[in-house]
C-alpha cells in the first residue's frame, strides 16, 4: 500500500485545512486508516481513524469537537477536516493503514505510512 497525505500549509489561529490521504496499491487489504500528527520534540500521536468501509470513526482528545475524518470510497482517499485550528496543532501529519482489527490508536499497530504533511497554525 502507498500513501500520499496532501493538504498541509500555513494558517492563522482559527482557521481550517483539509488534508487528504490517498491510497494505491494493494487497497483492498487495508482495513483501518488513520493520521497521527508529530510536533517537534514530541512522539507521534494518534489524531482520528476510520474504517476503510467508511465506518468505525474515532478521534484523539485533542481532534474532538474540531476534527473530522471521513472516506471518499470512490477515490481512495481519506480527508481529515480541521477546523478551529490552534498554535498547538502544529506538527507534520501523518496518514497510516493497518491491515487488520484491533487497538488503532497505537503507532505500532500501522503498517504503511505516508510521507507527512507540515501544518503551522501561527498565533
Known amino acids: 500500500v502507498q500513501l500520499q497525505a496532501s493538504g498541509g500549509g500555513l494558517v492563522q489561529a482559527g482557521g481550517s485545512l483539509r488534508l487528504s490521504c490517498a491510497a494505491s496499491g494493494r487497497t483492498n487489504n487495508i482495513y483501518r486508516m488513520g493520521w497521527f500528527r508529530q510536533a517537534p520534540g514530541k512522539e507521534r500521536e494518534f489524531v482520528a481513524a476510520?474504517?476503510?468501509?467508511?465506518?468505525?470513526?474515532m478521534y484523539g482528545d485533542s481532534a474532538k469537537g474540531r476534527f473530522t475524518i471521513s472516506r471518499d470510497n470512490t477515490r481512495n482517499t481519506v480527508a481529515l477536516q480541521m477546523n478551529s485550528l490552534k498554535p498547538e496543532d502544529t506538527a507534520v501529519y501523518f496518514c497510516?493503514?493497518?491491515?487488520?482489527?484491533?487497538?488503532?490508536?497505537?503507532?505500532?499497530?500501522?503498517?504503511?505510512w505516508g510521507q507527512g504533511t507540515q501544518v503551522t497554525v501561527s498565533s
Open positions: 497510516a493503514t493497518k491491515g487488520i482489527s484491533g487497538t488503532y490508536f497505537h503507532v505500532s499497530a500501522y503498517d504503511y
Open positions: 476510520i474504517r476503510w468501509s467508511g465506518t468505525s470513526i
